[in-house]
């Protein structure tokens, strides 16, 4: 990649913008070296909280393939996405109360947010 003319674009509108999310120096040779940088990227038609946690975790797993990148994938729902991915998908437990009738009394619980788990 040509990074010769780097300073001039990082100093031209509407880029001078993206100087908050690009930490770069020179080298010793005065070559342009990104040290650190935000990458943006949007998604589209995903509407849900099980369809950000399939993002997150698909984005998470593209992370660990590239790790020489450092890159951390960030969400505003990450916290909460975490909580979702953190429960099984479906968990059964018997209690110890019985019904009424006195049958043993079953709770089935499943995962409302219809993740998928790996």
Not at 11 to 29: F, L, N, Q
Not at 38 to 52: D, R
Request: charged share 25%; net charge neutral; proline share 3%.
């Amino acid at each position: 990649l040509d990074m010769t003319q780097f300073d001039y674009f990082i100093g031209t509108d509407p880029y001078t913008a993206w100087k908050d999310g690009v930490r770069y120096r020179h080298d010793s040779e005065n070559r342009v070296v990104i040290t650190s940088m935000l990458l943006m990227i949007g998604y589209k038609g995903t509407s849900s909280l099980a369809g950000k946690a399939n993002l997150l975790r698909s984005s998470r797993k593209i992370c660990a393939r590239y790790s020489q990148y450092d890159m951390v994938p960030f969400d505003t729902d990450a916290e909460l996405v975490d909580v979702i991915l953190a429960v099984p998908s479906t968990t059964i437990r018997k209690n110890t109360k019985t019904t009424h009738s006195g049958y043993p009394m079953f709770d089935f619980i499943e995962n409302a947010f219809g993740c998928t788990r790996d």
